[in-house]
């Protein structure tokens, strides 16, 4: 489903700029380059190799997976099975050995269908998730000790996670045709290879990842029925529909938006119909334990709770996680609406899915992995990017200490219970942060490195350089033309009344509407 034309190979025509070079915007690229050789140079030959963009960053994806793998080794040779402390000192705690006999696919019981022992009566995870599981549990050898049966299902359920995380490789570096090398930062992200295994999540990041991929080359149908189908293995997928939404308002595209949402909705369908209808209260466990469960790991209603005589009943958080959610939501349909210049879909997209993990009442450690994806798209500036890592490693170690701490008695042994909310607070600080540079870019557009490049919406699909037909606010105000000596009059891509400016051949001219330097107009960045 990734098997589009390497982005060497996707120019429309020899007036179209080639590939954006890292090393030649990014200060932090520039410098970690030195350990290869240093940037790379004017006269050098690109696309003569097969170490095309998209096999390199495939191959260090694999290659960090792995190393996420060997992280983990400490687990897996013991302390998953002796002694409940030991996997949250070596950092290596992941929830597929455990859930693999406390979930009854160690005794061969059906997802949704049969009920569980003990607490948890059916598998409270989506049901494309459940039939991941369910395949690997085929897979895994049923011989031998239930610890054997264990290490062979998380091994079994890794391999497939890593072909999960190629996936979402390649669909990040060719969404932006002109920027592939983008894609190292997901492909370097630390705290994607650290969490990667801690949970399933991986499935339905790839199916994201799939799908804006889809939308980037004006496959409405594909990118709906890829989202329907992540929505299916987990919940925050959807969110996506809510600013394509208004930025198909903004640029009068309802019959793709349409298209979209009746690809999504028919396929989310017939993955959940059959479940639903003859097992609705295991299929409906995951949406009930979402909701009755309380307030959880690296939220702010957890330090609110731990740190009040009386918390907020459950109920109540539910309400006003809703309420926050809601806003956020206004917050983000405004700014779309109102922004100098369209939004990109990979902005909104890492807005949105951020606003919900912060307001959310819990903040598990993998759910980072929902947005690397979208921060390497949305915002490709590695001192941002490294920053924000940085912060969620910190709190990659700080919850896995602080269970330590809460696991080792009178001991005390790792991170006690202020330290740990100043490690919630940290990564919380990281994730806002990010979304702050991204707001920023959204309101001055040339600080945006996407755009400073010269491309529009490389992720928006038929949004590049659309025209708007709704705006609000100082958007709605006509951009004076500018006609620069060339005698090219300069055109801003995604603002009412854009028309595309001819270049030699016809076709509108390159960097995004804007005069390029080379025909005596403005570098791109320079003006408006």
Known sequence: MCSMPSAESTQASAHDPGPVRPTQEDEVAAAGSELIGGPLGRHALLGTSWWSPVRVIALVAIGMFA?????KAPCYNGAWFFGAGSQYTHACYSDIPHLYQGRGFADGLVPY???????????EYPVLTGVFMEVAAWLTPGDGSIQDQEQWYWMVNAGMLMACAAVIAVCVTRTHARRPW???LLALA????LTATINWDLLAVALTAAAMLMWSRGRALAFGVLLGLATAAKLYPFLLLGPLFVLCWRA???????????????????????VMLFAFEG???????????????GSFWLIMAQN????????TVNTLATVLMLLSCAGIAALTLSAPRRPRFAQLAFLIVAAFIVTNKVYSPQYVLWLVPLAALARPKWRDFLIWQACEVAYFLGIWMYLAYTTSGDAHKGLPTDGYHWAIGLHLLGTLYLCGVVVRDILMPERDPVRVSGDDDPSGGVLDRAEDVFVLGPAARPVPSAVPSGGVQEVEWGTKGAEPVPGDDGRAAP???RPSPEKGGPADGQTG
């Not at 630390?190 to 290879?193: E, H, K, Q, V, W």
């Not at 409906?284 to 009755?292: A, G, I, L």
């Open 182 to 184: 983008d894609g190292l």
């Open 511 to 513: 960097h995004g509407g």
């Open 190 to 193: 630390p705290a994607f290879a």
């Open 113 to 123: 269908f049969d009920k569980l022992p003990g607490d948890m009566q059916y598998l």
């Open 283 to 297: 299929w409906s466990k995951f949406y009930t334990f979402s909701q009755e469960r309380g307030v959880d790991f």
């Open 252 to 274: 009068g595209r309802w019959r793709e938006y349409g298209t979209a949402v009746a690809g999504a909705v028919v396929a989310w369908a017939v993955v959940n119909g059959p």
């Open 308 to 315: 009040s005589s009386d918390p907020l009943s459950t109920d």
């Open 67 to 71: 190393l996420g793998l060997v992280q």
